[in-house]
């Protein structure tokens, strides 16, 4: 997709199609060149509502209020209804009585991309997006004193992050046969040579050899073998050094504590945390900011066989701590808490944040659509939370305690990898990998469970059914502010 920002007013732009925001269900706005033909069909013009006058080739698109959420969702929803018209090229009047018109013109261009994401790959039939060109008309510019540029930088970034997200969503939404942990890494090399990122890839020998034998023990029934990948974008003069670690599953059967049917269909989602950090990899090092960010990605694949590692193991992390097996299918833990503890070893961060589709708990707790955020800082965890709302993520706190952290007490090691009571799951779940954070880093980490938005089974807002690249626009957002806080 092409975008172009211009000065010049909507009715002298040439294109097959215009898109036309309704806002508040005003009607009377001079953008609304069809009232009448509207009200006859009885379009209301309500957030998300989208009427395509095929005649008058215009597409009309109601939004409650302007701002970022709403010309988001409303954009991805109109550019939806044309997949299977034929039109290529779409203009589009931005509204410019807004104070963040920028954050709006951004949201817009996120709207487009990640609302004519389709994943393809395994279909006969290729449905392409026809739109290749949108022309964007900042024709009332004068009237608010608009930075041209800052609204061409708004519309650079507003592409990055949603290209960086559909990107998460491909390596997502790939089959465990096609997207096994060497691939991962692949992957991974990819981007570091395309975007001039450092990449260091670990295999089992080099795990050994950094003690890494819980995350060892998880992947020893797979005949994929694992990966750590360590890419890094490190930028002159950086302002904070910051560390990304990612849940990379390719596949979660479960293990011997194998998960019923029904619960492993869509276990190939379960390598979302470590994709949503290759896409912010991606992103950040496209916008040129000035954060030194390393992506750490335990990438292994949990399954069963004469090999597996068994419910009664005690294993021995990297730090050294042993953690009894009480259930294989707690996987994801023992592979965060080596991959946290090789992240500490290998880089002084700033700051912290762990990604993984980490507990069903989670989704269960706060529903499909919302992340959980945990952790000790309030102030790094409200970070978090800030950059989700602006993203357009959903994200809330969950707050740990030390009556449920007992929970996880063994008989005969350091801790048990599930807690002894079937509440609070994503909390304990957070205390587990607490205990593999080091002293002087307990108020830098954040842990970011995205098990519920990571993948959904239906279209949501700008998201498509299955993956949906969920932390990717969060993560961005909260390294934005980061800059923004030392200015
Ligand atoms: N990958 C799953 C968590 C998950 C569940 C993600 C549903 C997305 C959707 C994780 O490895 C897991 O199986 N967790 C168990 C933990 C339990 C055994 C303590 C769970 O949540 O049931
Ligand atoms: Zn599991
Ligand atoms: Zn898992």
């Known amino acids: 997709m092409n975008f172009d920002l211009t000065i010049n007013k909507i009715d002298t732009l040439e294109a097959n199609l215009e898109l036309i925001i309704v806002v508040d269900k005003n009607l009377d706005h001079r953008f609304v060149k069809d009232k009448d033909l509207l009200e006859k069909v009885g379009f209301k013009g309500e957030q998300d509502e989208v009427c395509l006058l095929i005649e008058r080739d215009r597409l009309y698109v109601g939004i409650d209020s302007i701002g970022s959420v709403t010309t988001r969702t409303a954009i991805a929803s109109a550019i939806r209804a044309l997949k299977s018209t034929t039109y290529k090229s779409l203009k589009i009047a931005s509204y410019m009585n807004h104070p963040k018109c920028t954050a709006v013109i951004r949201a817009m261009v996120e709207g487009f991309i990640l609302g004519s994401y389709s994943f393809n790959k395994y279909k006969s039939n290729k449905t392409k997006p026809n739109i290749k060109d949108i022309l964007i008309s900042l024709e009332d510019y004068r009237d608010y004193e608009l930075n041209i540029e800052a609204c061409a930088n708004a519309l650079n970034r507003g592409q990055i992050l949603a290209e960086a997200t559909n990107f998460t969503r491909d390596i997502v939404n790939t089959t465990p046969d096609d997207c096994y942990p060497q691939i991962m890494a692949n992957i991974a090399k990819k981007l570091a040579k395309e975007n001039k990122l450092e990449c260091k890839i670990l295999k089992p020998k080099e795990l050994k050899k950094e003690k890494m034998e819980a995350f060892l023990a998880v992947a020893r029934a797979s005949r994929h073998k694992p990966r750590v990948i360590h890419i890094s974008y490190k930028p002159k003069n950086p302002i904070a050094v910051v560390s990304l670690i990612g849940k990379g599953l390719t596949y979660d059967s479960g293990g011997l504590s194998l998960k019923p049917a029904d619960f492993m269909v869509t276990m190939k989602s379960d390598k979302s945390g470590g994709s949503a950090v290759l896409g912010i990899m991606k992103s950040v ?185 969920a932390g990717v626009r969060l993560m961005s957002r909260v390294l934005e502010g980061l800059i923004r806080a030392t200015k």
């Open 285 to 469: 090092s496209e916008m040129n900011l000035p954060i030194e960010v390393h992506g750490f990605i335990g990438a292994v694949e949990n399954m069963i066989g004469g090999d597996a590692y068994k419910p009664d193991d005690v294993l021995v992390a990297k730090n050294g701590k042993t953690i009894e097996i009480r259930n294989t299918d707690a996987e994801g833990r023992l592979v965060l808490a080596d991959t946290l503890c090789y992240a500490q070893q290998e880089v002084k961060a700033d700051y912290i944040f762990d990604f993984a589709t980490l507990t069903g708990a989670s989704v269960v707790g706060v529903g499909h659509y919302t992340s959980s955020i945990m952790g000790n800082s309030d102030e790094v965890k409200d970070r978090v939370i800030k950059g989700a709302k602006i993203a357009g993520e959903f994200a809330t706190k969950l707050d740990f305690n030390r009556y449920l952290k007992k929970s996880l007490k063994s008989e005969i090691a350091d801790i048990c990898n599930i807690s002894n009571t079937r509440y609070g799951g994503a909390i304990t779940a957070g205390q587990f990998l607490e205990e593999f954070i080091e002293e002087e880093n307990k108020d830098k980490w954040v842990h970011i469970d995205i098990a519920g938005p990571a993948f959904v089974e239906h279209s949501w807002g700008e998201n498509p059914h299955g993956a949906s690249g």
